[in-house]
């Protein structure tokens, strides 16, 4: 695979020249005052921008966020997000508001050499995220003209076949930023042949959101350690009650076909901390993991699977982690997700946290990000590239 780069574009000369930049800025905001709950994505696109500024391009910078019908509502506005970018820049950031019409061919037009316009949200037009390729090829035309070059630096957004991710690079030079070219680095090395021993955790909600990668993974890492509310299911197909835990009845029997493949590879907790009920202020003990109170709830993995599961990692030359072992939002069930956490950092090995809610949690939780090798934008991204799956937004960047 051969990707240009930021470098090959600046080493061309952008002094003048429009350049869009795909960037991830699907950052959290409240309902209520549309406040910026983690600017962790916002920042992560710095380096680029900085570089492109610095060099003298006029910066066009474009983003989804959340899920509109493909139409503005203004709960999903980027407008916070533009204010953001400009205190982080240090300079204004212009916004436009809309992403092909008026408000953003006069705001790009506008643009002197070194400044930054931010165009509303892409998922406000229906070609963004269509189906039908002419809907979208027709959208990416639109979008294409406002720039001269296409930089793609939203890695959260590659495995998405949509028109600013996939259709537009078709249509101008185009090539990878600096953030999306290090998580592709990154994972190559962990899909090809990391340093052994190699160990992943993997939790979030889901057995069926994780099973292609489990598949995937399980004939390649040494330990495999499961936690959050997947691993319910798997408790479940050893034949222990699991009250009114997170269960996936339909996925019972896989998990017991994963648990018979896995040859001891796969540690599962040995206790949990259970509640009367999935609430912050809800009672709650730590039980042995066969033993669930069939009223109770599995909010967290319990002090002795974070011990255990620490010693795992301590062997560790490779890690790779992607969803938290509780709900870590609720005070009371974070001390299982911290705990793993702190036992990856203090591991003697190359760290990767695979994004999404397991990047979340280390900025919520106020663990230290330098302390791990690599803190991924893209949690839906990483999976799928580690399980082998062509990314259509890395696949537009090949030459």
Not at 35 to 60: E, N, Q, S
Not at 104 to 126: H, I
Not at 183 to 209: N, Q, T
Not at 298 to 314: H, K, R, S, Y
Request: charge should be negative.
């Amino acid at each position: 695979m051969t990707i240009r780069n930021l470098d090959d574009l600046l080493a061309e000369g952008v002094s003048g020249r429009r350049v869009l930049v795909r960037a991830d800025l699907n950052v959290p905001l409240d309902k209520q005052t549309g406040a910026i709950g983690d600017d962790g994505r916002i920042r992560a696109v710095l380096p680029t921008l900085t570089a492109l500024t610095g060099a003298g391009a006029k910066v066009v910078v474009f983003s989804h966020l959340g899920r509109p019908k493909g139409a503005p509502d203004p709960q999903f506005s980027l407008r916070p997000v533009a204010a953001r970018l400009g205190e982080l820049l240090g300079a204004e950031v212009r916004f436009a508001e809309d992403t092909v019409g008026d408000s953003a061919r006069s705001t790009v037009e506008a643009l002197a050499d070194g400044d930054v316009a931010l165009l509303e949200n892409l998922r406000f037009n229906k070609g963004e995220t269509s189906k039908d390729d002419a809907e979208r090829g027709a959208f990416a035309d639109q979008l294409a003209a406002l720039g001269e070059a296409y930089v793609d630096d939203a890695f959260g957004a590659v495995h998405r076949k949509h028109a600013s991710v996939f259709d537009v690079p078709a249509r101008l030079p185009h090539v990878a930023g600096r953030l999306v070219l290090r998580e592709v680095e990154v994972l190559a090395k962990l899909a090809g042949e990391p340093e052994r021993p190699y160990v992943v955790v993997l939790g979030g909600s889901k057995v069926s959101d994780k099973l292609a990668v489990i598949e995937t993974l399980l004939p390649k890492v040494d330990r495999l350690l499961i936690g959050g509310g997947m691993c319910f299911t798997f408790l479940k197909a050893q034949g222990h009650e699991v009250g009114t835990s997170l269960l996936e009845k339909e996925m019972v029997e896989t998990c017991r076909n994963l648990l018979e493949r896995a040859d001891g590879k796969i540690l599962l907790p040995v206790d949990v901390v259970a509640a009367d009920a999935f609430a912050p202020d809800a009672a709650h003990d730590t039980v042995r993991a066969d033993a669930i109170p069939s009223h109770r709830v599995g909010l967290d993995i319990g002090p002795e699977t974070v011990a255990g599961f620490a010693a795992a990692l301590a062997e560790a030359k490779t890690i790779f982690w992607n969803g938290p072992m509780g709900v870590f939002e609720m005070p009371a069930f974070a001390g299982g997700t911290r705990g793993v956490a702190e036992a990856i950092t203090s591991a003697d090995a190359f760290s990767v946290v695979g994004g999404g809610d397991s990047a979340a949690a280390v900025r919520a939780l106020g663990l230290d990000e330098s302390s791990f090798g690599h803190i991924s934008t893209g949690g839906g991204a990483s999976l799928e590239y580690l399980e082998g799956k062509t990314l259509p937004g890395i696949a537009a960047l090949e030459d």
